[in-house]
């Protein structure tokens, strides 16, 4: 049995200790996990401590796996280890080494030992493919735990009390263990007809939809935040009537409800109430039109419903929570979003640009969207709308030619416009023929740095380049 052997090695920018913890909490394991790789928990026990074990279902491929890990060699802030007991390799071993450099500096080493199986799997997996996929896994895992533990050192200096709606969506499924491998201690709002483990239950908050109130507000005392990201998602379906309905009633409906429970049914109100939006409220805006947060609002179903999705935290501000609106742009990610439609498109040779190109795309990158969140609740200057986008707006037809790139695949096809608004209707020429450039002032002011100012570094970091 031929072994195989992988090393991968980057300077992180906090001391052993914090590195090594980062990774015992809860939240570490899914913070790893790239976006291309979809993965299902199967059963954890513990940590990362010996005899602690994880189970996954994953794809190599189009081959389902299961992988199921013993965790041993345990020390300490120095390192830990995986030997496979279950999955696609002969062996598989992975040590997880923190080394010192300086106090506020150390050294993350991976090392990985593993044989191929005998037969056709191994042909199938030889082990330059495995070492290509292994190179792309690391290099967003080093980039992931480097770019988490810098917001976390940069802004939050303690440990937070937040409550987080929408906990499913793009950027909840994110948020959630972006926060609790910082530490933080995150309460999620679920229906009342959902299941919970009764030792879970203080995490979550259950919300009575009849009544519009919380059936456990004790579990919501003393928060340090709220994070208000739910909402149907605006491009899932065609916008008729009674779609539309739907997605006033997901947004402003729910939010004025849940203002108003946090306001009357808390004895502590949360200290910052931090709520999601989008630059659709400028509505559709020249290229050259650059939109600050105090720029006059335009018209169009998005606009009107982001407005008044704004004005439904009024009750909040009333009550003297700190509010924020953070008007998302185009989030990059390829767990969701426009980047997860694009991508298979584009790796077919079918993408380009929409219409004209000449439309300007606000983005921002995920790792960005969750700074800002993080900067928003504990920077206490930082009030009402924010535009959350990258100081760098593109053109779309920039956007699809830098994403084709990415892809190394070319970017000829121009879809136009005629055929948006027959496929798509009011809903194709909102979202994807019109555009903002929209400028982060506020943020920019106030001190936030971005990750990811530039369009290629967001893509590089999505696309594991």
């Known amino acids: 049995m031929q072994h195989h052997f992988f090393s991968r090695s980057s300077t992180i920018p906090v001391s052993c200790e914090e590195a090594f913890q ?94 191929l199986p005998i037969g056709m799997i191994s042909n199938f997996l030889g082990h330059t493919f495995v070492e290509d996929r292994l190179n792309k896994l690391f290099s967003y895992r080093h980039r992931t735990l480097k770019y988490d533990l810098y917001l976390h050192a940069k802004y939050s200096q303690k440990k937070l009390k937040i409550l987080v709606t929408g906990s499913s969506g793009l950027v909840g499924s994110s948020l959630i263990p972006f926060l609790t491998s910082g530490g933080h201690q995150v309460i999620k709002l679920v229906r009342r007809n959902m299941e919970i483990n009764e030792a879970e239950k203080h995490n979550f908050a259950i919300w009575n939809s ?120 185009t989030i990059l990610s390829l767990s969701g979003g426009v980047l997860k439609k694009m991508y298979t498109p584009y790796r077919l040779c079918l993408g380009g640009p929409f219409g004209s190109g000449r439309q300007m795309v606000s983005w921002i990158s995920i790792i960005d969207v969750l700074g800002l969140i993080l900067f928003s609740i504990t920077n206490d200057k930082v009030t009402g709308a924010v535009n959350s986008v990258s100081p760098h707006a593109v053109t779309n037809a920039q956007f699809s030619e830098l994403l084709a790139q990415s892809l190394d695949r070319p970017s000829s096809l121009r879809i136009p416009e005629l055929f948006v608004e027959s496929l798509f209707g009011e809903m194709g020429r909102e979202l994807l023929l019109s555009g903002q450039h929209a400028k982060p002032t506020k943020a920019l002011k106030n001190g936030y740095e971005f990750i990811h100012s530039q369009l290629h570094d967001a893509f590089a970091y999505c696309l594991g380049g």
């Open 210 to 329: 009849e009544k519009g109130e919380f059936i456990n507000p004790e579990n919501l005392e003393n928060l340090d935040a709220v994070v208000h990201l739910a909402g149907e998602n605006i491009a899932s379906q065609k916008w008729s009537e009674q779609r539309k309905q739907q997605l006033i009633n997901s947004r402003i409906h729910f939010t004025t409800a849940l203002c108003q429970a946090l306001s009357k049914q808390l004895k502590n109100k949360p200290k910052t109430f931090i709520s999601a939006s989008g630059i659709g409220i400028f509505g559709s805006r020249d290229y050259d039109d650059i939109l600050h947060e105090d720029s006059k609002l335009g018209e169009g179903f998005l606009a009107n419903l982001a407005r008044d999705w704004e004005q439904a935290a009024k009750t909040a501000n009333e009550s003297g929570i700190r509010v924020v609106h953070l008007r998302f742009g």
């Open 22 to 115: 980062w990774h015992e909490r809860e939240g570490a394991f899914f913070r790893l996990l790239p976006p291309w790789m979809p993965t299902e928990l199967l059963d954890k026990k513990g940590t990362i401590k010996n005899g602690d074990s994880i189970t996954v279902k994953t794809k190599i491929g189009i081959l389902p796996i299961t992988f199921q890990a013993l965790h041993q060699n345990y020390l300490q802030n120095k390192q830990f280890e995986d030997i496979q007991l279950k999955g696609p390799f002969a062996f598989y071993k992975h040590l997880h080494k923190f080394d010192k450099i300086e106090d506020k500096k150390c050294k993350l080493t991976d090392q990985i030992e593993f044989s």
